[in-house]
């Protein structure tokens, strides 16, 4: 046995060596052996582009079915329908109180699609040079689709907002073409990062700051921890990408998907963690949890920390002052922050937020345009089951969405405004609301009784990103506690929250017979002793 050691001693060293050699050679020509093409050297991408859809054309040549795997996805379609509910969902279809719909505001709200040219109702979703390869693909950081462009980039140099000094450079589309590669944090977050507005205006747990964060802000896509990018989790087969707040799963009852044999959706925590993700030896009372709190519930103890704000309120009712000349306002708040502007009212935002919490069974519903409204009081633009009975719900943190937007008060329903493109510009100089609704309730052929108000609204956002280190994990009294932060939640009994009178006079019965039995138990020892002396 021996002998048997000493010869795998040096083998062992030998392959340690060898490894070592590799990782270096891999790491010295990691350009090279990162992909299995050179761009560089297709025959289809040595040529000057003048369009975008004339390099997706290039890029079919060799990816023949991706432009078809896209046109099936929420990505292209921006609408989905539920398989539990059969109710129509996505962007196409859902008001809500940031931007309102895309309705009549095509040209803005499609800056963010994975196509080019959606500047109306005619737009070709059967078209495959109208999908858009270069907006996930880009490696060089240089293309970026323009603000009102429909999906386009800028072909020629051309300022936004118009007449300001801000520059939109055109990218060089054959430079692109030549370095696409993996999708990567800062390709899904062009769109997600920035969407309804602004830099971090809707999410609250998704913003610039993720782009390039440490594992401070999240542990899994920190640069300096595990470096996860979007795809590490959201992935899917097919460019369909897994992982949709139309479909949240409140609770993963699968567990650990394994490469190869699962369906390969890992957007949930159990998909990697497991259904008792914590160590028995620690304490095993944790994973007791897992069973009616939401993994983020606990590790994302705060969003929009990572030095980028989070809009909280959005008030489109004060839209329309000017100042004393006549000319729009803008003003900005103590941090530098746009808290108004005449064409789009006020707004608060917030860093370091406490997240609201509520009982999800992952079945969100979202109020219609032809769904009936309560204007006496606060309306939840979307909806959701759940509650401690409820074996599939459990506690979840939101970041809640709140303002004010207009409504049809003939019929109590929600209405669409044409804020973007033909004629918007004639009916925001003299702020005539009645047009603006009428424009595009017609254009989405939905009725309109031509009197309109203002009502608040919520909108709840499912945090799942900004995950702490376990560290910074909520402790036991941030939620067993009178004013925790579970507080408002009802229905069961939560110790260190709540008093019962009998369940309470027990606890302490219990506590002092305890207590009582082992006074006399040491007594008796004590006696016992005393007695044998």
Same mark, same amino acid.
């Given at each position: 046995?021996?002998?048997l050691?000493?010869?795998?001693r040096?083998?062992?060293?030998?392959?340690?060596f060898?490894?070592?050699?590799?990782?270096?050679?891999?790491?010295?020509?990691?350009?090279?052996?990162?992909s299995?093409a050179?761009h560089?050297?297709?025959?289809?991408?040595?040529?000057?582009f003048?369009?975008?859809?004339?390099?997706?054309?290039?890029?079919?040549?060799?990816?023949t079915?991706?432009a078809r795997?896209?046109?099936?996805?929420?990505?292209?379609?921006?609408k989905?329908?539920?398989?539990d509910?059969?109710?129509e969902?996505?962007?196409?279809?859902?008001?809500?109180?940031?931007?309102?719909?895309?309705?009549?505001?095509?040209a803005?709200?499609t800056?963010?699609?994975?196509?080019?040219?959606?500047?109306?109702?005619?737009?070709?979703?059967?078209?495959?040079?109208?999908?858009?390869?270069?907006v996930?693909?880009?490696?060089?950081?240089?293309?970026?689709?323009?603000?009102t462009?429909?999906?386009?980039?800028?072909y020629?140099?051309?300022?936004?907002?118009?007449?300001?000094k801000?520059?939109?450079?055109?990218?060089?589309l054959?430079h692109?073409?030549?370095?696409?590669?993996?999708?990567s944090?800062?390709?899904?977050?062009?769109?997600?990062?920035?969407?309804?507005?602004?830099?971090?205006v809707?999410?609250?747990?998704?913003?610039?700051?993720?782009?390039?964060?440490?594992?401070?802000?999240?542990?899994h896509?920190?640069?300096?921890?595990?470096?996860?990018?979007?795809?590490?989790?959201?992935?899917?087969?097919?460019?369909?990408?897994?992982?949709s707040?139309?479909?949240?799963?409140?609770?993963?009852?699968?567990?650990?998907?394994?490469?190869?044999?699962?369906?390969n959706?890992?957007a949930?925590c159990?998909?990697?963690?497991?259904?008792? #993700?914590?160590? !028995?030896?620690?304490?095993?009372?944790?994973? /007791?949890?897992? =069973?009616?709190?939401?993994? $983020? &519930?606990?590790h994302?103890?705060?969003?929009?920390?990572?030095?980028?704000?989070?809009?909280?309120?959005?008030?489109?009712?004060?839209?329309?002052r000017?100042?004393?000349?006549?000319?729009?306002?803008?003003?900005?708040?103590?941090?530098?922050?746009?808290?108004?502007?005449?064409?789009?009212?006020?707004?608060?935002?917030?860093?370091?937020?406490?997240?609201?919490?509520?009982?999800?069974?992952?079945?969100?519903r979202?109020?219609?345009?032809?769904?009936?409204?309560?204007?006496?009081?606060?309306?939840?633009?979307?909806?959701?089951?759940?509650?401690?009975?409820?074996?599939?719900?459990?506690?979840? #943190?939101?970041? !809640?969405?709140?303002?004010?937007?207009?409504? /049809?008060?003939? =019929?109590?329903?929600?209405? $669409? &405004?044409?804020?973007?493109?033909?004629?918007?510009?004639?009916?925001?100089k003299?702020f005539?609301?009645?047009?603006?609704?009428?424009?595009?309730?017609?254009?989405?052929n939905?009725?309109?009784?031509?009197?309109?108000?203002?009502?608040?609204?919520?909108?709840?956002?499912?945090?799942?990103?900004?995950?702490?280190?376990?560290e910074?994990?909520?402790?036991?009294?941030?939620?067993?506690?009178?004013?925790?932060?579970?507080?408002?939640?009802?229905?069961?009994?939560?110790?260190?929250?709540?008093?019962?009178?009998?369940?309470?006079?027990?606890?302490?019965?219990?506590v002092?017979?305890?207590?009582?039995?082992?006074?006399?138990?040491?007594?008796?020892?004590?006696?016992?002793?005393?007695?044998?002396?």
């Open positions: 046995m021996c002998s050691r000493g010869s795998i040096p083998f062992l060293l030998l392959q340690f060898s490894l070592l050699l590799l990782v270096a050679n891999m790491e010295a020509s990691e350009e090279i052996i990162s299995t050179d560089t050297k297709f025959e289809a991408l040595q040529r000057t003048q369009s975008g859809p004339e390099v997706t054309k290039a890029c079919l040549e060799c990816h079915e991706a795997q896209i046109h099936k996805t929420t990505h292209w379609n921006w989905f329908t539920h398989p509910t059969g109710e969902l996505g962007k196409r279809t859902i008001v809500n109180n940031f931007c309102g719909a895309i309705e009549t505001n095509y803005r709200c800056s963010c699609h994975v196509g080019y040219g959606w500047k109306d109702n005619s737009f070709d979703f059967a078209s495959e040079a109208n999908v858009d390869c270069l996930c693909h880009d490696t060089t950081g240089t293309y970026k689709k323009f603000p462009g429909a999906g386009h980039p800028p020629v140099d051309k300022p936004f907002p118009p007449k300001s801000k520059i939109w450079k055109a990218p060089d054959t692109v073409a030549q370095k696409v590669g993996k999708t944090r800062a390709t899904c977050g062009a769109c997600h990062f920035y969407g309804g507005g602004g830099d971090g809707k999410h609250g747990d998704l913003d610039s700051s993720m782009t390039n964060p440490n594992k401070a802000l999240d542990i896509m920190g640069t300096d921890g595990l470096d996860f990018v979007c795809s590490t989790c959201h992935q899917k087969d097919g460019h369909d990408v897994s992982g707040r139309y479909t949240t799963q409140a609770k993963d009852t699968h567990g650990i998907d394994v490469p190869g044999r699962d369906d959706i890992r949930t159990e998909s990697c963690h497991d259904l008792k #993700p914590h160590p !028995v030896t620690v304490n095993n009372k944790l994973n /007791d949890h897992v =069973n009616k709190v939401a993994c $983020t &519930t606990c994302i103890p705060t969003y929009a920390r990572g030095g980028k704000p989070t809009k909280t309120w959005w008030d489109w009712s004060t839209a329309g000017m100042n004393n000349d006549g000319k729009h306002i803008k003003t900005k708040d103590a941090q530098g922050y746009v808290n108004y502007v005449t064409k789009k009212g006020s707004f608060e935002w917030g860093e370091n937020l406490v997240p609201e919490y509520a009982w999800l069974s992952g079945n969100i979202y109020k219609q345009l032809d769904e009936m409204i309560d204007p006496g009081n606060v309306v939840a633009i979307n909806t959701f089951e759940g509650s401690y009975d409820d074996p599939k719900a459990r506690i979840w #943190p939101f970041k !809640v969405m709140q303002g004010k937007q207009p409504y /049809d008060k003939g =019929n109590n329903t929600l209405v $669409t &405004t044409h804020l973007f493109g033909k004629d918007s510009d004639a009916y925001w003299s005539d609301w009645n047009r603006a609704i009428k424009a595009a309730m017609e254009a989405g939905a009725p309109y009784s031509g009197n309109y108000g203002f009502i608040e609204t919520t909108y709840h956002w499912p945090l799942a990103h900004m995950v702490a280190p376990k910074e994990a909520l402790g036991c009294d941030a939620c067993h506690a009178k004013e925790g932060r579970l507080s408002k939640l009802t229905g069961f009994y939560m110790p260190g929250r709540d008093n019962y009178y009998w369940v309470d006079l027990i606890g302490w019965l219990a002092l017979g305890t207590l009582g039995g082992i006074s006399i138990h040491g007594l008796g020892r004590i006696f016992m002793k005393a007695k044998r002396r």
